[in-house]
T-cell receptor, first 117, second 111 residues
Framework: GAVVSQHPSWVICKSGTSVKIECRSL??????MFWYRQFPKQSLMLMAT?????????EQGVEKDKFLINHASLTLSTLTVTSAHPEDSSFYIC?????????????FGPGTRLTVT | QKEVEQNSGPLSVPEGAIASLNCTYS??????FFWYRQYSGKSPELIMS????GDKEDGRFTAQLNKASQYVSLLIRDSQPSDSATYLC???????????FGGGTRVLVKP
């Protein structure tokens, strides 16, 4: 299957600072990527759809000014958590569909564990 | 609200037995379905995809799709302790690539 990477795998930051998370498709191009958040013992929650060359589409209830998404190339999307607070501590996971296969199977990155102190 | 529903479990299965997981969906326009396995603390891993009615087999896994009943299932044969994980069912709608996930079924395979 296709490979998606994320960096960093974990990060600890102080309240009020910003954190950037990168998501890369390593062996395919992705015009669309998805950002999810997952709290302990809960299911995935889709935050936003990242679109290459255009604005991201945010799910209802997700603050677009707090979670900045940039999809600058066909292999890279970034999520910046601005002015992070302890309640933003979570597991952030990106995914990308490999449209080239025609199956649109989505592959997930390994995730980034964010802890805000 | 387009939904995908799964029994949260845990589904306890003896080693070597068949684990049967079920999933129902409300969006009749859904085109394709996916089963993901997620170990605790890890991201989901794609194990099966299915697009047309019937069965699809891959190794110890068999996915079944019945669009008339809006029902998807996953069978895990010869269950192993390493199969203990949460299994997520997801459907893709008619437009776009966005997936709708169920809440997941936790499977425990006991030696």
């Amino acid at each position: 299957g296709a490979v998606v990477s994320q960096h960093p795998s974990w990060v600890i930051c102080k309240s009020g600072t910003s954190v950037k998370i990168e998501c890369r498709s390593l062996d395919f191009q992705a015009t669309t990527m998805f950002w999810y958040r997952q709290f302990p013992k809960q299911s995935l929650m889709l935050m936003a759809t990242s679109n290459e060359g255009s604005k991201a589409t945010y799910e209802q209830g997700v603050e677009k000014d707090k979670f900045l998404i940039n999809h600058a190339s066909l292999t890279l999307s970034t999520l910046t958590v601005t002015s992070a607070h302890p309640e933003d501590s979570s597991f952030y996971i990106c995914s990308a569909p490999d449209a080239g296969t025609g199956t649109y199977e989505q592959y997930f990155g390994p995730g980034t564990r964010l802890t805000v102190t | 609200q387009k939904e995908v529903e799964q029994n949260s479990g845990p589904l306890s299965v003896p080693e070597g037995a068949i684990a049967s997981l079920n999933c129902t969906y409300s969006d009749r326009g859904s085109q394709s379905f996916f089963w993901y396995r997620q170990y605790s603390g890890k991201s989901p891993e794609l194990i099966m995809s299915i697009y047309s009615n019937g069965d699809k087999e891959d190794g110890r896994f068999t996915a079944q799709l019945n669009k008339a009943s809006q029902y998807v299932s996953l069978l895990i044969r010869d269950s192993q302790p390493s199969d203990s994980a949460t299994y997520l069912c997801a459907g893709r709608g008619a437009a776009g690539n966005k997936l709708t996930f169920g809440g997941g079924t936790r499977v425990l395979v006991k030696p």
